[in-house]
């Protein structure tokens, strides 16, 4: 499948998944209003907070996996686009390990902060790096850069 076959399929992809987004970013808000309203401001809040509204993004990166999957065949391709899921679990799964550390040994958001830049830094950078790979593998690949430009012109 060429690239002109699979840009409106992605981007159809990404305009679905932007309700389940913008659902899951109300409630994580409303979340923190009523926590906050009841409990205070706390690190503990902003970060539990912050995870639920991340939660779209693992449902985002399971049906990218899923469709990517879909365009190539080829095993090295079909392994990339497994790793970018990792990639993506991985930063998902970290931000919880910083909730519940906020919640039990940090108190301060500075801390919070300093851990998260610690780890997440990392997993961006070898996210932004797959893209390349991926191209690499298929030259057809649609680039986050070409799946925004998309979204622009429509």
Same mark, same amino acid.
Do not use: C
């Given at each position: 499948?060429?690239?002109?076959?699979?840009?409106?399929?992605?981007?159809?992809?990404?305009?679905?998944? %932007?309700?389940?987004? *913008? &659902? $899951? =970013?109300?409630? #994580?808000? +409303?979340? @923190? !209003?009523?926590?906050? /309203?009841?409990?205070?401001?706390?690190?503990?809040?902003?970060?539990?907070?912050?995870?639920?509204?991340?939660?779209?993004?693992?449902?985002?990166?399971?049906?990218?996996?899923?469709?990517?999957?879909?365009?190539?065949?080829?095993?090295?391709?079909?392994?990339?686009?497994?790793?970018?899921? %990792?990639?993506?679990? *991985? &930063? $998902? =799964?970290?931000? #919880?390990? +910083?909730? @519940? !550390?906020?919640?039990? /040994?940090?108190?301060?958001?500075?801390?919070?902060?300093?851990?998260?830049?610690?780890?997440?830094?990392?997993?961006?950078?070898?996210?932004?790096?797959?893209?390349?790979?991926?191209?690499?593998?298929?030259?057809?690949?649609?680039?986050?850069?070409?799946?925004?430009?998309?979204?622009?012109?429509?």
């Amino acid at each position: 499948m060429n690239k002109q076959e699979r840009l409106p399929k992605m981007v159809e992809h990404d305009l679905d998944a %932007r309700g389940v987004s *913008a &659902m $899951f =970013g109300i409630s #994580g808000l +409303f979340l @923190f !209003l009523v926590v906050s /309203v009841i409990k205070g401001v706390t690190v503990t809040t902003i970060a539990f907070s912050f995870l639920v509204t991340q939660l779209p993004m693992l449902y985002q990166a399971w049906r990218r996996m899923k469709l990517l999957r879909t365009f190539n065949e080829d095993e090295e391709y079909q392994r990339l686009v497994r790793r970018e899921f %990792r990639i993506i679990v *991985a &930063m $998902f =799964g970290s931000l #919880g390990v +910083f909730t @519940f !550390l906020t919640w039990f /040994v940090l108190d301060s958001m500075q801390q919070l902060l300093g851990v998260v830049l610690i780890a997440i830094i990392p997993l961006l950078i070898l996210y932004v790096s797959m893209d390349r790979k991926l191209r690499e593998a298929d030259p057809e690949h649609v680039t986050n850069r070409e799946l925004r430009r998309a979204h622009r012109e429509q």
